[in-house]
């Protein structure tokens, strides 16, 4: 992979938990742990019917540069699935939820970060 496969601007975000205005419960927000280049690699989708609702899936991988990503990669398993890449294409926002982060060509130069997001 070369650096200038990666064009696009992404932000990893991870969970808050915080209480809302009046002191009660927690209510989930999300922070931006890092903003990065990546390159971005639509690989397919599908449609199902769920609960009498079709669900509209989109997969994608996201590549990145692994640099200072310690506490994105690290950690249990259920941590590192928790986060999320917030991807802006044409004006509109969308989130992808973590599938898989994995290491590629070696000598921890890049990961590849499978995800999806469910219409």
């Given at each position: 992979?070369?650096?200038?496969?990666?064009?696009r601007r992404?932000s990893i975000e991870?969970?808050?938990?915080a209480?809302n205005?009046?002191?009660?419960?927690?209510?989930?927000?999300?922070?931006?742990?890092?903003?990065?280049w990546?390159?971005?690699d639509?690989v397919?989708?599908s449609?199902?019917?769920?609960t009498?609702?079709?669900?509209?899936t989109?997969k994608?991988?996201f590549y990145?540069?692994n640099?200072d990503l310690?506490s994105?990669?690290s950690?249990?398993?259920a941590?590192?699935?928790?986060h999320?890449i917030?991807?802006?294409?044409?004006?509109?926002?969308?989130?992808y939820?973590?599938h898989?982060?994995?290491?590629?060509?070696?000598?921890?130069?890049?990961l590849?970060?499978?995800?999806?997001?469910?219409?």
């Open positions: 992979m070369l650096i200038g496969e990666l064009d992404i991870q969970p808050v938990l209480k205005d009046y002191g009660e419960g927690e209510v989930d927000s999300w922070s931006e742990i890092r903003e990065v990546a390159k971005v639509w397919g989708g449609e199902t019917n769920e009498d609702k079709i669900t509209a989109t994608v991988d990145i540069r640099l310690d994105f990669v950690g249990s398993a941590a590192t699935m928790s999320r917030k991807f802006t294409s044409e004006g509109v926002a969308k989130y939820y973590l898989n982060v994995e290491q590629i060509e070696g000598r921890e130069r890049f590849k970060i499978t995800t999806e997001e469910k219409d």
